[in-house]
């Protein structure tokens, strides 16, 4: 029998003996790169600073303090986002649910409202840079490829002859009519990057991806990220139900229902909040109501995948608790539509991804989700019945289809011709460049801008990534991998043919619909890891898959 001290021993001696030590050329090349690194650090650091201050006067001279700080701030991000883009996608990522919150604490600089893509943009560019030097293919998925090609050239054709001509040849006006400053070349160029100008993320995202820890990593910074977004929603709702804030309650005439910044509480945006009107919008961390609504719907998708199919215990309980705070969230923000689909989004997912047959996982889950809800309910029945009042109130004044097919019938009638009205010309953000029209929902606005051959060819575009995405999780045998990725394209096949409203073209879902689209792809590379990984006696020898990225 041996000793429990002398296994001890073996097994610290075997232990040894496996770990491989170093050669003294292997440490000094070691200490060598560490200290390659550092020298890079520091002059990026010295570099960005001295061209951050410089442009800051330059900028302070013009706009002031409010547009010299992020012009500093914008010179250094992008600096490091070119030489570190992995971590410049994590603090983009980090940043697009919060942005809304960190514009309004500096200031509301119109710059600050396109600060995340200050991380996006020079990540891109280094993936881009990546791909090429060691031959792999940036467009991801290869299926895409041809789809995406025929909407930039069509988008293309429509800054050119649409807006180039509105640019050259703006309309005649009268003798005593001022002529409009417009700028239709620059409205186009914005429009196009609101149309497609975050489709680069699904190569981001599945480049970014290199294993499972990267994975796990990925979705579990989103369950937070959600429960901390939902945390400060429901801490707004709070202030201003106890006063703290006074939102709209004091407010006459049609502020009473209009939302405004002069209300804002702490976090987001502009708020509406007249309880005796019964008008409740809260923007949650986002700049306006409506994107806090998304965000919720969005959120519904990636709680229940982690709550599923995440292999820790722990965060499956996480992932329920923040699938709990989105659902208490889109009671308590007045959001009609996210009361409304949150709840449908869960039911579908539910069937679609096969998990209500998956009673291990689905009883303990639902009973949690149903007993917090439940007494949710029990101690706000006035809030929750309120909300449904209105939900239905509104559903029968101007049902859904109704106003959908009204807004299809009006801009079909309007459209300039079959290239549109011209990019941005239905864009809220390009609104400076020139007068803007407001369409509500998504496919007209893109019937407006882009003409019926934009429609057709951009519906090519989602329709064959879906097609995709569907065949992808398909593919994933992996359980805890196949489940996350039906959740993951059912989001995609919701998004890519919703019409109400445009979330395509803002944030947070403008961002999460193609980011998540590559994580998607990802996951059969994953799955094929996994399975080398547990069966090593049938490696095969592994394909380049990852850019030095």
Do not use: H
């Not at 054709?157 to 009519?177: A, I, K, W, Y």
């Not at 005796?276 to 959120?299: D, N």
């Not at 009973?367 to 309910?377: H, T």
């Amino acid at each position: 029998m041996v000793k429990p001290k002398q296994k001890s021993r073996r097994s610290k001696k075997q232990s040894q003996k496996e770990t491989p030590t170093l050669t003294l050329k292997e440490r000094l090349a070691q200490k060598r790169k560490a200290t390659l690194a550092r020298k890079e650090l520091t002059s990026l650091l010295t570099t960005a600073t001295f061209g951050g201050v410089f442009l800051g006067i330059l900028l302070f001279f013009i706009g002031g303090i409010k547009a010299a700080v992020p012009g500093l701030l914008g010179v250094l991000i992008m600096s490091f986002s070119f030489k570190y883009p992995r971590q410049a996608l994590y603090a983009f990522i980090i940043y697009v649910p919060l942005g809304g919150t960190i514009t309004y604490y500096l200031g509301n600089s119109p710059i600050l409202q396109l600060a995340k893509d200050a991380f996006y943009l020079p990540a891109v560019i280094g993936l881009w840079q990546s791909c090429r030097k060691q031959g792999l293919p940036f467009i991801i998925p290869q299926a895409i490829k041809i789809p995406l090609y025929i909407v930039l050239a069509t988008s293309i054709l429509t800054v050119l002859f649409v807006n180039g001509g509105q640019q050259f040849n703006p309309p005649s006006v009268g003798l005593l009519e001022k002529p409009p400053n417009e700028f239709p070349l620059g409205m186009g160029i914005l429009g196009l990057k609101v149309f497609l100008g975050y489709v680069p993320l699904i190569s981001c995202a599945y480049y970014l991806i290199r294993n499972k820890q990267d994975f796990l990593l990925l979705s579990r910074i989103q369950i937070v990220l959600i429960i901390i977004c939902c945390a400060l929603g429901f801490i707004q709702y709070l202030l201003l139900l106890t006063g703290v804030c006074e939102g709209t309650r004091n407010a006459e005439g049609n502020a009473l229902f209009t939302a405004s910044l002069e209300a804002r509480c702490y976090f987001g945006g502009a708020l509406v909040y007249s309880p005796q009107e019964g008008i409740i919008r809260l923007p949650g961390t986002f700049v306006a109501p409506w994107q806090w609504a998304w965000f919720l719907i969005a959120s519904t998708f990636f709680a229940f995948a982690t709550g599923f199919t995440d292999p820790s215990m722990t965060w499956r309980l996480i992932g329920l608790g923040s699938m709990a705070s989105v659902f208490i969230n889109a009671v308590i923000s007045g959001q009609r539509i996210a009361l409304a689909l949150v709840p449908t989004c869960f039911g579908i997912l539910l069937l679609l991804t096969g998990q209500i047959g998956n009673l291990k996982r689905f009883i303990p889950i639902g009973i949690g989700l149903a007993l917090i809800l439940g007494i949710a309910m029990i101690t706000n029945p006035a809030v929750v019945q309120e909300r449904t009042d209105s939900f239905t109130s509104r559903w029968a004044a101007s049902p859904p289809q109704d106003f959908i097919v009204q807004q299809f019938e009006e801009n079909w009638k309007n459209v300039d011709g079959p290239l549109g009205s011209g990019l941005g010309r239905a864009t809220n953000s390009a609104r400076t460049m020139g007068a803007t029209k407001l369409v509500e929902t998504y496919y007209p606005k893109v019937l407006y801008e882009v003409g019926i051959v934009g429609v057709l060819t951009f519906l090519g575009l989602v329709t064959t990534l879906t097609i995709a995405a569907f065949r992808t999780y398909r593919s994933i045998k992996n359980r805890n991998f196949r489940s996350y990725g039906a959740a993951l394209w059912v989001f995609i096949l919701f998004i890519s043919y919703n019409t109400y409203y445009y979330p395509l073209d803002v944030d947070p879902v403008a961002v999460y619909y193609w980011f998540f689209a590559g994580v998607l792809f990802k996951l059969p590379v994953l799955d094929k890891q996994e399975k080398e990984d547990t069966d090593p006696q049938q490696k095969t020898k592994k394909r380049r898959l990852q850019t030095k990225f």
